[in-house]
């Protein structure tokens, strides 16, 4: 069998995502190394024991030893980053969210079709086959379904990014990504939003927000929160089926996961075996960039979430 063609990852960034999520993955995964990283920190990017480090992200996004840029850096440098490593000539995946708004990833993604070249949301969580399976079930379900995503916790500490406004910070943009994006997998497009109540911090950032979005396949209700305790949950029913992803939700990870369904007043909970998400997602993103099949998550998909976190903002009382 012929060995698959290595695949050259250069990374932005140092941070806990990319040190405990995606690195040990590179690390792991067949036909990838990790080739390059940059950092603020030096001491943080050795750690991630790299080939190389560097000093400067414009030397990742311009390295002709890097086939694909990972980018997790503070949501207002995505965008920056993400069109500076097209520009360079790399595929990119990028953290959650995409962009802080649909304009932004609107523009990433026609730098993207231009160029030729890959670009995906690391919304790690898609990629979990608990995730996949919880789609294939509703989209092949008839609605209308009533809905419930969210995703809460506390305790941010006070000099995170997350509370800065300047950065994008904020529970909605944060993990209110998760839920909306529950949410959509279910109504799909054309969703309205209303019933918007959110709750502002005294660094000027959203801790809580809730809305309810509607679409002719159904209503849902989701929360984010960096105040209350923590929870996560997705739950999905109609008529005919009803779907609830066990905690956590979300970010089940290198742990076994259920999900209960309830089809014809036939109850069963499917079972998942142990898995880590982002050695999928690593693996997907690194077989479309040599050219094979794989599953990504769709940019239209992600323009989608970010225009319906644009609209709760916009209807924010």
Request: glycine share 8%; aromatic share 6%.
């Amino acid at each position: 069998m012929t060995a698959p063609k290595t695949v050259r990852w250069g990374f932005l960034g140092a941070g806990f995502v990319a040190s405990r999520g995606v690195a040990p993955v590179v690390h792991a995964a067949a036909g990838s190394v990790l080739q390059v990283v940059a950092s603020r920190d030096a001491g943080r990017a050795a750690a991630l024991d790299p080939i190389r480090t560097v000093d400067s992200y414009e030397a990742v996004c311009t390295a002709e030893d890097v086939d694909i840029v990972y980018l997790s850096l503070p949501n207002d440098a995505h965008l920056r980053w993400v069109l500076a490593a097209l520009e360079g000539g790399k595929h990119v995946l990028c953290e959650k969210p995409l962009g802080l708004t649909a304009h932004e990833v609107a523009e990433m993604t026609t730098a993207a079709s231009e160029a030729g070249l890959l670009l995906v949301e690391g919304a790690w969580n898609r990629w979990h086959p608990r995730m996949r399976r919880f789609e294939a079930l509703v989209a092949g379900a008839p609605g209308p379904f009533d809905v419930e995503s969210w995703f809460t916790f506390s305790g941010v500490p006070h000099d995170n990014y997350r509370l800065d406004p300047a950065r994008g910070g904020g529970a909605l943009l944060d993990v209110g990504c998760y839920a909306v994006a529950g949410a959509l997998a279910i109504l799909g497009d054309d969703v309205a939003t209303s019933d918007v109540e959110c709750q502002v911090g005294p660094t000027g950032v959203d801790l809580t927000t809730t809305a309810v979005l509607s679409s002719p396949r159904g209503r849902a209700e989701v929360t984010a929160s960096f105040e209350r305790d923590e929870s996560q949950g997705l739950r999905a029913a109609s008529t005919e089926l009803s779907v609830e992803l066990a905690h956590p939700s979300f970010t089940s990870w290198r742990e076994p996961a259920t999900m209960t369904v309830v089809e014809d007043g036939v109850e069963r909970v499917e079972a998942f075996e142990a898995c880590d998400a982002y050695q999928i997602m690593v693996e997907a993103v690194a077989s479309r960039a040599r050219g094979d099949e794989a599953w990504v998550l769709p940019l239209d998909t992600s323009l989608e979430i970010a225009r319906t976190l644009d609209a709760i903002v916009a209807t924010t009382p």
